[in-house]
């Protein structure tokens, strides 16, 4: 079965830093397109950052760019996400996902399998 662990959230203050980590089983990691979004209170699930399989391409939202870089580590089943000069816009619960469509898709119909999700905070 398919799992997603995330972890590195937490509080943090508005200019600082977090990196999220996405522990995947291999099954899931071989061949998906991982994806990382967040999910504010009273608002839709939004992709923040993506990555193919082969970590050749990224995508970005675009208020994060220039702020988070996402990665991945095939021979270690992980994916990133580190987040730097947080905002307190930034504030959701973000989730790990990998989808195991072609190419990186914002929509959350795409992606199959999901983290727990975990809490980032930044407060002003």
């Known amino acids: 079965q398919a799992q997603l662990v995330e972890s590195g959230g937490g509080l943090v203050q508005a200019g600082g830093s977090l990196r999220l980590s996405c522990a995947a089983s291999?099954?899931?990691?071989?061949?998906?397109?991982m994806g990382w979004f967040r999910q504010a209170p009273g608002k839709e699930r939004e992709l923040v950052a993506g990555i193919t399989r082969s970590g050749g391409n990224t995508y970005y939202k675009d208020s994060v760019k220039g702020r988070f870089a996402i990665s991945r580590d095939n021979a270690k089943n992980t994916v990133l996400l580190q987040m730097n000069s947080l905002k307190p816009e930034d504030t959701a619960v973000y989730y790990c996902a990998a989808s195991e469509a072609p190419g990186l898709y914002h929509s959350t119909s795409y992606y199959a399998y999901w983290g727990q999700g975990i809490q980032v905070t930044v407060s002003s």
């Open positions: 291999r099954r899931t990691f071989s061949t998906c397109s």
